[in-house]
């Protein structure tokens, strides 16, 4: 029976036809399934650059372009174009096999060959060609075919291999371009989705390409998902992944395994498919957790949209990690009493001050949580031995055995009171968890894991037990901006083998992207699992304009012009609630708010649920994981971004001091790489430290 392919290309377009014209392409192809090749009365073209492209009739303006094997029966609508223009399109385009991953490709052969005698000629005035350091034959094991080697070995610039993305075959333009970028021609593999068991693939039976391309082609089941694909208006990460988030979101693993990547790389679109494959395939319960409320509510939202009945959702719990900790903790002890952050402060400088030692409230909370909680530390021995990474102060054994006294003291008196703290909440949640036979979750998926302390990932542990497909993580170390560094393998989580990195951007620019990855430049940052955290490779679809930057003398002139840099956003027609406005302080968020409300422009705080449809202003913190077409940073001023009250002092303790600005710079990265289409970054007075290697 004949089967029906739609390319990602196409179905993309064709959402920018009229429906009627949608309509019209979905009752052509309803009666595919029954219809012989004949009856669909396709076309043969006469100057076809590939003889199994043909042409179909939509209407009397439309005709579609369709891929048709020589062998199988797997039909794929590749176009829907203007009359001539199909006809045009058909006759330049050929489809070829990837022989490296086996998958199909489209390129647009006339524009490649009209090309490299043009740049042969460019390449003659300059001495180094662009991949001189690449064999050929490495470029044929990477899938890099003869026409495309042959224009590839004429480059001298990137911007030439960028400028031939509308017409080189996909994956061997994301090849050339990781190569480029200097990743290694393992990682460049590894990041199109390659196996690890290098298969070889028939690179002339085209209907098993396309059932090997999901990625690219999705195929219908029949009239009806045909009908619901081209008549309701749909997202594409909904349908199309890329190699490795499929990969990822649909393999067998034999323990817990990861996927990393930078902003916009579709981790979460990675975990939510995991998320709803465990809800298809397994009896047992599914966990889909994150760090804050908002973000779960936004995972819940997604999920509902991938999950088609209510008994699939029923599988999946979402929840953000703290909600978790609370309910077991509830079940067995009932609500707990929480101290407030001003009282457990209070508590401290009381003790410290009994006891006379020379640390500061806020050194001591820190030490409790960092040292004492993050490493389950029982006893003064223990502490003795504890490792300070990452505290940079130095401690001696009497200091040590001070502290220790202070800290008791402080347990202490929270137990007699009967007082918890969050962290102390998840503690003796993960402490039940531990005690009981039956685990709540048969799988666990983790968004934004860069976060999560390691009294939550303990939690996370304790809640699945240790087997296939337990647990599946999703995060990127650059966007931590919290304090905690948690080291996977020291809380007994073991990735290793399981691991992959994604590196195409669907979100932002590419503008905007390499903007924000300039403030990281020579950062370096922990990958979690005691290797090093790299940007190499990290790159965009689409370009757009660069990010805007504005000083102003005053605050007053500043929330002038970020007011009217938003009323120049709507009157050129976005949504107000397409536009996000990050402030480092929840106070500058309240200003800006406010502004903007006496300027009459409907706006919203990003914390408060309130009506829909208005600017959201929040703070930066509060902008992790969401996104918006158009974002303004503002107040990213010298004495803002960073805050000093953010910063251990460098003479109090060098490292802590290193770490609050990392993860400061990271804070504003994570602000900056939410928009979509348009940046805009404002300070008064002097700018942030930060932008010097960006202006
Ligand atoms: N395969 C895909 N096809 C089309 N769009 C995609 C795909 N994967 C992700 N996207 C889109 O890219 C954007 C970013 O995706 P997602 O939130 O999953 O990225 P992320 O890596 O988790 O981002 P961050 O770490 O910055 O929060 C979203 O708008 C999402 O819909």
Same mark, same amino acid.
């Given at each position: 029976?004949?089967?029906?392919?739609?390319?990602?290309?196409?179905?993309?377009?064709?959402?920018?036809?009229?429906?009627?014209?949608?309509?019209?392409?979905?009752?052509? !192809?309803?009666?595919? @399934?029954?219809?012989?090749?004949?009856?669909?009365?396709?076309?043969?073209?006469?100057?076809?650059?590939?003889?199994?492209?043909?042409?179909?009739?939509?209407?009397?303006?439309?005709?579609?372009?369709?891929?048709?094997?020589?062998?199988?029966?797997?039909?794929?609508?590749?176009?829907?174009?203007?009359?001539?223009?199909?006809?045009?399109?058909? %006759?330049?385009?050929?489809?070829?096999?990837?022989?490296?991953?086996?998958?199909?490709?489209?390129?647009?052969?006339?524009?490649? @060959?009209?090309?490299?005698?043009?740049?042969?000629?460019?390449?003659?005035?300059?001495?180094?060609?662009?991949?001189?350091?690449?064999?050929?034959?490495?470029?044929?094991?990477?899938?890099?075919? %003869?026409?495309?080697?042959? !224009?590839?070995?004429?480059?001298?610039?990137?911007?030439?291999?960028?400028?031939?993305?509308?017409?080189?075959?996909?994956?061997?333009?994301?090849?050339?371009?990781?190569?480029?970028?200097?990743?290694?021609?393992? @990682?460049?593999?590894?990041?199109?989705?390659?196996?690890?068991?290098?298969?070889?693939?028939?690179?002339?039976?085209?209907?098993?390409?396309?059932?090997?391309?999901?990625?690219?082609?999705?195929?219908?089941?029949?009239?009806?998902?045909?009908?619901?694909?081209?008549?309701?208006?749909?997202?594409?990460?909904?349908?199309?992944?890329?190699?490795?988030?499929?990969?990822?979101?649909?393999?067998?693993?034999?323990?817990?395994?990861?996927?990393?990547?930078?902003?916009?790389?579709?981790?979460?679109?990675?975990?939510?498919?995991?998320?709803?494959?465990?809800?298809?395939?397994?009896?047992?319960?599914?966990?889909?957790?994150?760090?804050?409320?908002?973000?779960?509510?936004?995972?819940?939202?997604?999920?509902?949209?991938?999950?088609?009945?209510?008994?699939?959702?029923?599988?999946?719990?979402?929840?953000?990690?703290?909600?978790?900790?609370?309910?077991?903790?509830?079940?067995?002890?009932?609500?707990?009493?929480?101290?407030?952050?001003? %009282?457990?402060?209070?508590?401290?400088?009381?003790?410290?001050?009994?006891?006379?030692?020379?640390?500061?409230?806020?050194?001591?909370?820190?030490?409790?949580?960092?040292?004492?909680?993050?490493?389950?530390?029982?006893?003064?021995?223990?502490?003795?031995?504890?490792?300070?990474?990452?505290?940079?102060?130095?401690?001696?054994? *009497?200091?040590?055995?001070?502290?220790?006294?202070?800290?008791?003291?402080?347990?202490?008196?929270?137990?007699?009171?009967?007082?918890?703290?969050?962290?102390?909440?998840?503690?003796?949640?993960? =402490?039940?968890?531990?005690?009981?036979?039956? =685990?709540?979750?048969?799988?666990?998926?983790?968004?934004?894991?860069?976060?999560?302390?390691?009294?939550?990932?303990?939690?996370?542990?304790?809640?699945?037990?240790?087997?296939?497909?337990?647990?599946?993580?999703?995060?990127?170390?650059?966007?931590?901006?919290?304090?905690?560094?948690?080291?996977?393998?020291?809380?007994?989580?073991?990735?290793?083998?399981?691991?992959?990195?994604?590196?195409?951007?669907?979100?932002?620019?590419?503008?905007?992207?390499?903007?924000?990855?300039?403030?990281?430049?020579?950062?370096?940052?922990?990958?979690?699992?005691?290797?090093?955290?790299?940007?190499?490779?990290?790159?965009?679809?689409?370009?757009?304009?660069?990010?805007?930057?504005?000083?102003?003398?005053?605050?007053?002139?500043?929330?002038?012009?970020?007011?009217?840099?938003? *009323?120049?956003?709507?009157?050129?027609?976005? %949504?107000?609630?397409?536009?996000?406005?990050?402030?480092?302080?929840?106070?500058?968020?309240?200003?800006?708010?406010?502004?903007?409300?006496?300027?009459?422009?409907?706006?919203?705080?990003?914390?408060?649920?309130?009506?829909?449809?208005?600017?959201?202003?929040?703070?930066?913190?509060?902008? =992790?994981?969401?996104? !918006?077409?158009?974002?303004?940073?503002?107040?990213?001023?010298?004495?803002?971004?960073?805050?000093?009250?953010?910063?251990?002092?460098?003479?109090?303790?060098?490292?802590?001091?290193?770490?609050?600005?990392?993860? @400061?710079?990271?804070?504003?990265?994570?602000?900056?790489?939410?928009?979509?289409?348009?940046?805009?970054?404002?300070?008064?007075?002097?700018?942030?430290?930060?932008?010097?290697?960006?202006?």
């Amino acid at each position: 029976m004949a089967k029906l392919g739609i390319d990602m290309d196409c179905l993309k377009e064709a959402f920018r036809l009229d429906g009627p014209v949608r309509s019209r392409i979905a009752d052509v !192809f309803a009666k595919f @399934e029954q219809a012989t090749y004949a009856g669909l009365h396709l076309e043969k073209l006469n100057n076809a650059r590939d003889g199994r492209i043909r042409t179909i009739r939509i209407d009397q303006s439309w005709r579609g372009v369709v891929l048709a094997p020589d062998s199988g029966d797997t039909y794929t609508l590749l176009k829907v174009l203007p009359h001539d223009e199909a006809y045009r399109w058909a %006759e330049r385009h050929r489809v070829s096999v990837n022989g490296a991953n086996g998958r199909i490709e489209i390129r647009d052969s006339d524009a490649i @060959e009209a090309a490299i005698p043009k740049l042969a000629r460019e390449a003659q005035e300059t001495p180094q060609r662009l991949f001189e350091h690449v064999s050929d034959s490495v470029l044929a094991n990477l899938g890099v075919d %003869e026409q495309t080697c042959a !224009f590839a070995r004429e480059l001298t610039r990137v911007e030439q291999l960028e400028a031939a993305k509308t017409f080189l075959p996909a994956t061997q333009w994301d090849t050339l371009f990781g190569l480029a970028a200097g990743m290694t021609p393992e @990682e460049v593999w590894a990041d199109i989705g390659g196996a690890v068991e290098r298969e070889s693939y028939d690179t002339e039976d085209v209907s098993a390409a396309v059932e090997r391309t999901p990625e690219r082609v999705l195929l219908v089941n029949g009239p009806a998902d045909l009908m619901q694909v081209f008549r309701q208006s749909f997202e594409l990460w909904r349908i199309y992944l890329h190699p490795v988030q499929y990969q990822m979101a649909h393999a067998a693993f034999r323990g817990p395994a990861r996927i990393t990547g930078g902003p916009g790389t579709g981790k979460t679109v990675a975990a939510l498919h995991r998320a709803r494959l465990l809800a298809l395939q397994s009896q047992g319960q599914v966990l889909l957790t994150t760090f804050t409320s908002t973000l779960a509510s936004a995972l819940r939202r997604d999920l509902s949209s991938l999950l088609e009945s209510e008994d699939e959702l029923l599988r999946v719990d979402v929840h953000h990690i703290d909600q978790l900790a609370y309910q077991v903790f509830q079940a067995s002890h009932g609500r707990p009493a929480i101290l407030r952050k001003d %009282e457990e402060l209070a508590i401290w400088q009381r003790i410290a001050k009994r006891q006379k030692v020379p640390f500061t409230e806020a050194f001591l909370a820190e030490e409790w949580r960092q040292v004492v909680l993050a490493q389950s530390v029982a006893s003064a021995g223990a502490y003795l031995a504890a490792k300070r990474a990452g505290r940079g102060r130095g401690l001696g054994p *009497r200091q040590r055995a001070q502290l220790w006294e202070v800290i008791w003291e402080f347990e202490q008196e929270l137990r007699l009171h009967g007082q918890w703290t969050h962290e102390t909440v998840c503690i003796e949640a993960t =402490k039940i968890l531990n005690e009981s036979e039956d =685990k709540p979750y048969r799988h666990v998926i983790v968004d934004e894991a860069q976060d999560f302390s390691p009294m939550q990932w303990r939690l996370v542990r304790a809640a699945v037990a240790d087997d296939t497909d337990d647990l599946f993580i999703a995060g990127d170390t650059h966007q931590r901006i919290y304090n905690y560094r948690s080291s996977l393998r020291e809380v007994g989580i073991d990735i290793s083998g399981r691991s992959a990195r994604l590196s195409l951007n669907y979100r932002t620019t590419a503008e905007i992207l390499a903007w924000s990855l300039a403030m990281l430049v020579g950062v370096q940052i922990d990958d979690m699992n005691d290797g090093i955290e790299n940007i190499a490779g990290y790159r965009s679809q689409v370009h757009g304009e660069m990010p805007l930057l504005r000083g102003f003398p005053t605050r007053f002139d500043e929330m002038e012009g970020l007011a009217r840099q938003v *009323r120049a956003w709507l009157d050129a027609g976005v %949504e107000p609630g397409e536009i996000g406005v990050a402030a480092r302080s929840d106070m500058l968020g309240k200003e800006a708010k406010d502004f903007l409300e006496r300027q009459e422009i409907p706006v919203g705080s990003l914390a408060q649920a309130g009506p829909a449809n208005r600017v959201q202003v929040g703070t930066m913190h509060g902008m =992790k994981g969401l996104e !918006f077409r158009c974002i303004a940073a503002i107040g990213v001023g010298e004495h803002q971004v960073p805050p000093a009250t953010a910063i251990t002092p460098v003479e109090e303790d060098e490292l802590a001091h290193a770490h609050d600005l990392q993860r @400061e710079r990271c804070v504003l990265f994570v602000a900056c790489t939410r928009a979509r289409e348009q940046l805009y970054v404002s300070w008064h007075g002097s700018p942030s430290p930060f932008l010097s290697s960006v202006r």
